[in-house]
């Protein structure tokens, strides 16, 4: 009997524990000009009179997730992989976003950190370093040839001769130690992150995407940095 009682006693103890987690999450939307971008749906890139472009997929690695807890700074994900196309499918979709599940807590989180990208110690593996369940197994997210994961992947089409068909493929796959970039703000229980793909072309200076519709080779570096460069001038921490 007081075996019974001293089980109970214990898992009364855990469930009040428990309840007192706090579910840690934000929101990412991605705006083209400050307006919802859905996949498949007509832009001017870059600026008014630009060329007639569409999105097709849009997804990036994230590394080093930290959240400020009670005024400490805790790791909460070393790595994860996340997908913003099937989220931004359609206008009701992307005005939603996606919601990214980063834990949970008893303390109070008051900002978070992370990279975009990998780390230097993280791109040194490859994908056989992994068992499934881990974000960097993706082989298809890995280049041998270049020795890097492909950390950021932009793709779509364009119209350059505008003509009505969109005939040009776009495939900016960011990759190598280079491109990663890191991000911090505060946070609140309804954080969003937007990322306006329009400044990631237009910050200052035009992207000659025409040029470069494509990123495939070490060569071209210097673009992906440029791009790189650029995530920072379109993202916008919304408290």
Same mark, same amino acid.
């Given at each position: !009997?007081?075996?019974?009682? &001293?089980?109970? &006693?214990?898992?009364? /103890?855990?469930?009040? =524990?428990?309840?007192?987690?706090?579910?840690?999450d934000?929101?990412?939307?991605?705006?083209?000009?400050?307006?919802?971008?859905?996949?498949?749906?007509?832009?001017?890139?870059?600026?008014?009179? #630009?060329?007639?472009?569409?999105?097709?997929?849009?997804?990036?690695?994230?590394?080093?997730?930290?959240?400020? +807890?009670? *005024?400490?700074?805790?790791?909460?994900?070393?790595?994860?992989?996340?997908? &913003?196309?099937?989220?931004?499918?359609?206008?009701?979709?992307?005005?939603?976003g996606?919601?990214?599940?980063?834990?949970?807590?008893?303390?109070?989180?008051?900002?978070?950190?992370?990279?975009? *990208?990998?780390t230097?110690?993280?791109?040194?593996?490859?994908?056989?370093?992994?068992?499934?369940? @881990?974000?960097?197994?993706?082989?298809?997210?890995?280049?041998?040839?270049?020795?890097?994961?492909? !950390?950021?992947?932009?793709? %779509? @089409? /364009?119209?350059v001769?505008?003509?009505?068909?969109?005939?040009? %493929?776009?495939? &900016?796959?960011?990759?190598?130690?280079?491109? /990663?970039?890191?991000?911090?703000?505060?946070?609140?229980?309804?954080?969003?992150?937007?990322?306006?793909?329009?400044?990631?072309? @237009? =910050?200052?200076?035009?992207?000659?995407?025409?040029?470069?519709?494509?990123?495939?080779?070490?060569?071209?570096?210097?673009?992906?940095?440029?791009?790189?460069?650029? +995530?920072? =001038? #379109?993202?916008?921490?919304?408290?």
């Amino acid at each position: !009997m007081k075996y019974s009682i &001293l089980v109970l &006693l214990s898992l009364l /103890m855990l469930s009040s =524990c428990g309840d007192d987690d706090k579910k840690l999450d934000m929101n990412f939307q991605l705006t083209y000009d400050d307006q919802p971008l859905v996949m498949f749906q007509e832009y001017e890139y870059a600026e008014a009179g #630009g060329i007639p472009i569409e999105f097709s997929r849009i997804s990036f690695y994230i590394s080093e997730l930290k959240m400020t +807890i009670d *005024g400490q700074e805790e790791l909460f994900k070393e790595v994860d992989y996340i997908d &913003l196309t099937e989220s931004h499918s359609t206008l009701a979709k992307a005005e939603e976003g996606y919601t990214y599940d980063i834990g949970s807590t008893t303390g109070d989180a008051t900002a978070v950190s992370f990279n975009i *990208g990998l780390t230097a110690a993280q791109n040194a593996t490859t994908p056989s370093d992994y068992p499934s369940s @881990n974000a960097l197994s993706r082989t298809s997210e890995y280049w041998s040839g270049w020795g890097s994961y492909v !950390m950021i992947k932009i793709e %779509g @089409n /364009m119209d350059v001769d505008r003509d009505g068909v969109k005939e040009k %493929g776009i495939a &900016l796959h960011l990759g190598t130690d280079n491109v /990663m970039r890191s991000t911090s703000g505060a946070y609140t229980d309804d954080l969003t992150i937007s990322l306006d793909v329009q400044k990631i072309f @237009n =910050c200052g200076e035009i992207f000659d995407i025409v040029e470069t519709s494509a990123i495939h080779n070490l060569n071209q570096i210097d673009k992906a940095e440029q791009l790189a460069d650029n +995530i920072d =001038c #379109g993202l916008q921490y919304n408290n």
